[in-house]
């Protein structure tokens, strides 16, 4: 059975569903987003089930993006999870190089199915939970020319607007970040810690202090929105992480765009980052909002 390290993991993106994205996408447009891609089920997807409706943005950085998903969506799992919670974000994607041996590796690993290992007109892929339930998805591409477009890196507008990943809310930190050290070949970049709090910045393979800088920060409920979360739904995926030059002016540009004020830019007495919180009107999905935040590469620990 191959390992994480020759599955070649790498974070790609963040799926949000959303009843109307091609309308509610557009405060994320006005606060120096950009399209990646429209796709259709048609396209991206060829099931009997039906299809959906996919809307790929990005925002100053050179790989991870937000997917904007719509329903009829194609399967019934699915159906099931928007019954049961509505807007949220759903799942996190990874990309792989071999994702059939990639299933066999999660599984083999305390991941359970949520999508069985299926052939895509544009890719291989599947849908897992983690341990503590928050789903997974691997993608591999299989056509020679078929991928979601990147940006060139460059920091968006005055403020210098960067999204660079995701958090999550766990129910062990210490454990979950050990899963996905082991299983998904993440490196912790920085970890916080006092006696109430414990939050851990990862990053994949690819991390690059300057060019490659996606985060995936595992923590435990800090906030109080967060605690009435978790509290209500159990582990989840908790926020977009954008970053900028100059917080201040990028929360009023949120605030402007259309953003939803939760906690103006002040200092994270943890982390010791200037941080912020908004959240996005279609669905309240929350968007954490720091100064920009780079540890060198040379203190990555690899897994």
């Known amino acids: 059975m191959k390992t994480a390290p020759d599955l070649d993991y790498s ?3 963040l799926c949000i569903y959303d009843d109307n994205p091609r309308d509610n996408m557009f405060p994320y447009l006005r606060w120096h987003h950009g399209i990646t891609n429209f796709f259709s089920g048609s396209v991206f997807h060829v099931t009997e089930e039906g299809h959906s409706d996919y809307t790929f943005l990005g925002c100053g950085g050179h790989a991870y993006q937000i997917q904007i998903e719509a329903p009829p969506f194609q399967f019934e799992y699915e159906r099931n999870w928007w019954a049961d919670h509505g807007h949220g974000y759903n799942h996190i994607c990874w990309l792989t190089s071999d994702a059939r041996a990639s299933m066999d590796h999660l599984l083999a690993n305390s991941a359970t199915e949520v999508m069985p290992f299926e052939k895509f007109p544009t890719y291989d892929g599947f ?9 997974i998805e691997i993608m591999e591409y299989t056509d020679d020319t078929f991928r ?5 890196h460059a920091p968006s507008g005055e403020c210098g607007l960067e999204m660079v990943g995701n958090g999550e809310i766990c129910k062990d930190v210490e454990a979950m970040s050990k899963w996905y050290q082991d299983i998904l070949d993440l490196r912790v ?17 690819n991390y690059d202090p300057v060019q490659g800088r996606s985060l995936f920060i595992l923590q435990n409920a800090r906030q109080d929105f967060e605690k009435e979360h978790m ?13 900028a030059k100059n917080v201040t002016r990028a929360y009023e540009d949120a605030i402007w765009a259309g953003m ?21 009107p279609c669905g309240g999905n929350a968007i954490m909002l720091t100064e920009r935040y780079a540890p060198a ?5 690899a897994a």
């Open 231 to 243: 509290a209500e739904h159990g582990p989840y995926i908790s926020s977009i992480i954008y970053q």
């Open 260 to 280: 939803l004020a939760l906690q103006k830019p002040q200092r994270d007495s943890l982390t010791g980052l200037v941080t912020a919180y908004l959240k996005e």
């Open 189 to 205: 970049l920085e970890e916080f810690k006092d006696a109430d709090n414990h939050v851990v910045v990862m990053s994949d393979k």
């Open 11 to 13: 974070l790609h993106h």
């Open 297 to 301: 590469a040379h203190t990555v620990i």
């Open 148 to 152: 979601v477009q990147e940006f060139t």
């Open 127 to 135: 849908v897992v939970h983690d341990p503590e339930g928050r789903w």
